[in-house]
């Protein structure tokens, strides 16, 4: 019986993560202590002796970035990397660049909660957006003005369905290095996890986890590396 093993993980600790600052889209580079995450990581993958067929992350540097230091300890750098804006950080809109503690101040400890964990509720958005380069290639309004988790999770399941699940079909293990909120929609949608209980998901910089799959991507383990 043909198996695959599926190893998602959360980009080191970022510079907004340290400034404890509302991020999304915006392109922040990893701190020192990221850097040395992304190390530990790759360190602990490959005393598991996993080969992967491929690699998929955003196109935010702090998880690109967490890829490439996972791929240099693993001695796989070889492999093909795929980059793509589905697996972009959930954007947060207006809130993108505010201090988490100030919004909090001024609209309260519920209300950021909602707006962080909630799977339908939407951030207060951007009036407009000034395209960055990077997503030309697929055609305007690619970069939305908001998005809540649901929103997020709606644009990432066709990349899932066409370039992941494809993969682990045919036996090849696969690694997917991305941000909290999308690693999140991906979690709901494999660990069937309700609506209503998907703000008690949390996914910590730095710290892999694990799928393996049957031959009909049913999970027959789970654990956190």
Do not use: C
Not at 86 to 92: A, F, G, P
């Amino acid at each position: 019986m043909m198996m695959a093993t599926l190893v998602i993980l959360r980009h080191g600790e970022s510079v907004a993560n340290r400034d404890n600052i509302f991020t999304g889209w915006s392109d922040v580079p990893l701190t020192a202590k990221g850097r040395q995450q992304a190390l530990a990581v790759g360190q602990l993958v490959a005393k598991t002796g996993l080969r992967f067929g491929a690699l998929h992350t955003s196109m935010l540097q702090r998880a690109i970035v967490t890829s490439n230091i996972v791929l240099e300890a693993i001695d796989q750098l070889a492999i093909p990397e795929y980059k793509s804006w589905r697996l972009n950080e959930r954007h947060y809109g207006a809130l993108r660049g505010k201090n988490k503690a100030a919004v909090q101040a001024e609209v309260g400890e519920r209300q950021v909660k909602i707006w962080r964990r909630s799977f339908e509720t939407v951030p207060p958005l951007l009036d407009h957006v000034v395209q960055d380069r990077r997503y030309d290639q697929f055609g305007p309004h690619t970069e939305p003005l908001g998005e809540s988790l649901e929103m997020a999770y709606d644009r990432l399941m066709p990349y899932w369905e066409d370039q992941i699940a494809p993969r682990l079909l045919d036996g090849h293990n696969q690694l997917v290095v991305a941000h909290g909120s999308t690693l999140r929609a991906l979690i709901k949608y494999l660990d069937r996890v309700p609506d209503a209980d998907i703000s008690q998901v949390e996914v910590a910089n730095g710290e892999p986890i694990r799928y393996d799959f049957d031959d009909r991507l049913r999970i027959k383990r789970k654990l956190i590396l």
